[in-house]
Nanobody, 128 residues
Framework: QLQLVESGGGLVQPGGSLRLSCVGS????????IGWFRQAPGKEREGVSC???????????YYADSVKGRFTISRDDAKNTVYLQMNSLEPEDTAVYYC??????????????????WGQGTQVTVVS
């Protein structure tokens, strides 16, 4: 059974950076697409950035328009970890960030309905 644990959230000023980590246990993450999603107060959860599984072979990544050029998703297979590097943070980035995993993406890489396994979330707060 795959378990995911996020870390790295915190309080940061606008323009600052954070790196979120999603560590998998129980199963290697190589076989899973990994997504980062976020939910701000009063808003629906949205896809932020997702990366295809290693076995898919195509290395596809997805970024929401609101984070393109600021966020970078990456995998460290040796550590069974996926990162989300977040730079130039804005107050609008304030949310609980969740990582999720799925072994078979049928349609859209960053559609949350595709993802079976979820972490507990980590809070990111961007405030002056």
């Amino acid at each position: 059974q795959l378990q995911l644990v996020e870390s790295g959230g915190g309080l940061v000023q606008p323009g600052g950076s954070l790196r979120l980590s999603c560590v998998g246990s129980g199963v290697t993450l190589d076989y899973y697409a990994i997504g980062w999603f976020r939910q701000a107060p009063g808003k629906e959860r949205e896809g932020v950035s997702c990366i295809a599984s290693i076995r898919s072979g195509h290395g596809e990544t997805y970024y929401a328009d609101s984070v393109k050029g600021r966020f970078t998703i990456s995998r460290d297979d040796a550590k069974n970890t996926v990162y989300l590097q977040m730079n130039s943070l804005e107050p609008e980035d304030t949310a609980v960030y969740y990582c999720a995993a799925d072994g078979l993406i049928l349609f859209r890489l960053c559609d949350q309905d595709e993802y079976e396994y979820w972490g507990q979330g980590t809070q990111v707060t961007v405030v002056s």
